[in-house]
């Protein structure tokens, strides 16, 4: 499987694209059909995908400054 091959900054990065892609379909499907739970639902899942790609982009800053120092 090609995410073995991945480093975890990596694939923090890629899920949390992905959540946020999530959370924004369900947000806007939710005030479409004047739901707010639905609504609220997305919002904070795009949120969630927003913090885990940036803790991935933190991860690979620090994995370059560990590589830099080695």
């Keep these: 499987m090609l995410t073995s091959f991945m480093r975890r900054s990596t694939k923090d990065q890629i899920k949390g694209r992905g959540r946020e892609l999530k959370g ?6 939710g005030r479409a059909m004047h739901n707010r739970g639905l609504e609220a639902k997305g919002a904070m899942e ?8 940036k803790a ?3 991860e690979r800053d620090l994995e370059e400054e560990d590589e830099e120092m080695a």
């Excluded at 924004?24 to 499907?29: D, G, P």
């Excluded at 795009?46 to 790609?53: A, E, T, Y």
């Design 24 to 29: 924004r379909v369900k947000e806007k499907t």
């Design 46 to 53: 795009r949120l969630g995908g927003k913090i885990q790609r």
């Design 56 to 58: 991935g982009d933190f």
